[in-house]
């Protein structure tokens, strides 16, 4: 059975530090695999997603990067974080888009001080 | 689906009682499928329901069921016989068959005793 695992669980980091949050998928070949970003009370905003190693794409403007080095890893990362960046984010998989299912990990708490 | 609207930030219920989650969504596709997520407390998305635009009969999941009225571009969720565990964030989500997926802002329901 495919498995999804994010970490760290929650984070707290001072303003201009960098990030790095970790996603690895199991189970499944060549995944579709996404960040996203859920501000308080709102909802989910699409940031990135990657359809094959090293294949990014960006879907807001930003101060965050990912990555995706190997098949199924996708990292999330910023060099400098702002105030803007607290949230929760969630990393999410797919077999395809659109008619597919997103399968979800169970999220990163990051908060910057 | 290219825009999605929740426009019931909050929603409550009795315990056993039936309540209904409303959310509209515009798309130039004609190919698209419509899902509702459920985010409980522990913050984890799960799928609750799936409906492919092309079938005319809603989609049935145990409590769960989904009125999809396709001319009014309306995909509402359904909980019978409510329960506490139901409680939760509710989010509304439509993808074309080529397009990745849009979230609504989400509605909270709480299950009252």
């Known amino acids: 059975s495919q498995t999804i695992h994010q970490w760290p669980a929650t984070l707290v980091q001072p303003v201009g530090s960098p990030l790095s949050l970790e996603c690895t998928v199991e189970?499944?070949?060549?995944?579709?695999l996404y960040w996203y970003r859920q501000a308080a009370g709102r909802g989910l905003q699409l940031l990135f997603y990657?359809?094959?190693?090293?294949?990014i794409s960006s879907e807001v403007p930003q101060n965050l990067s990912a990555s995706r080095p190997q098949d199924r890893q996708f990292i999330l990362s910023s060099k400098k974080l702002l105030l803007s960046d607290s949230g929760f984010y969630l990393c999410?998989?797919?077999?395809?888009?659109?008619?597919?299912?997103?399968?979800f990990g169970a999220g990163s708490r990051l908060t910057v001080l | 689906a290219q825009t999605v609207t929740q426009s019931q930030p909050e929603m409550s219920v009795q315990e056993a009682e039936t309540v209904t989650l409303s959310c509209t969504y515009d798309?130039?596709?004609?190919?698209?499928?419509l899902f509702w997520y459920k985010q409980p407390p522990s913050r984890q998305m799960i799928l609750v329901i799936r409906?492919?635009?092309?079938?005319?009969q809603n989609a049935t999941e145990n409590r769960f069921s989904v009125n999809f009225q396709k001319a009014a571009k309306s995909f509402s969720l359904k909980i019978s016989d409510s329960q506490l565990g139901d409680a939760a964030m509710y989010f509304c989500?439509?993808?074309?068959?080529?397009?990745?997926?849009?979230f609504g802002k989400g509605t909270k329901l709480t299950v009252n005793p």
């Open positions: 989500a439509g993808a074309g068959g080529s397009e990745k997926l849009v």
């Open positions: 409906q492919e635009a092309y079938k005319q």
């Open positions: 189970g499944t070949s060549n995944p579709n």
């Open positions: 999410a998989w797919s077999v395809g888009v659109g008619a597919n299912v997103l399968t």
């Open positions: 990657s359809v094959g190693i090293g294949q």
């Open positions: 798309t130039s596709e004609s190919d698209y499928y």
